[in-house]
Nanobody, 116 residues
């Protein structure tokens, strides 16, 4: 299984970016897709995730500004990021978790830099 993320970049505070992540390979229909981020010197943390057919979980820091979506037919996930803040600056990683057996895969990371 491979995940290919794209869409990061440099944006001014208050701007928007849209991240995409396409998964390829043997993808089971029962899975959880999500975005995580890691700021310099900090741990990687969850931004948003959702199981197939389930509601989305968001970190409190992004609620109301970020929107997670997924296209199950394309095995692709998205993260629409609006009203970006300097504290959103991080490397963003996409992730997919599958069960029976448990497997977790990460994308290569895409840099998001928000200038104030």
């Amino acid at each position: 299984v491979q995940l290919q993320a794209s869409g990061g970049g440099l944006v001014q505070a208050g701007g928007s970016l849209r991240l995409s992540c396409a998964a390829s390979g043997s993808i089971s229909s029962l899975n959880v897709m999500g975005w995580y981020r890691q700021a310099p010197g900090k741990q990687r943390v969850l931004v948003a995730n959702a199981a197939s057919g389930a509601s989305t979980n968001y970190a409190d820091s992004v609620k109301g500004r970020f929107t997670f979506s997924r296209d199950n037919a394309k095995n692709t996930m998205y993260l629409q990021m609006n009203s970006l803040k300097s504290e959103d600056t991080a490397v963003y990683y996409c992730n997919i978790i599958m069960y029976n057996p448990f497997r977790s895969y990460w994308g290569q990371g895409t840099q998001v830099t928000v200038s104030s």
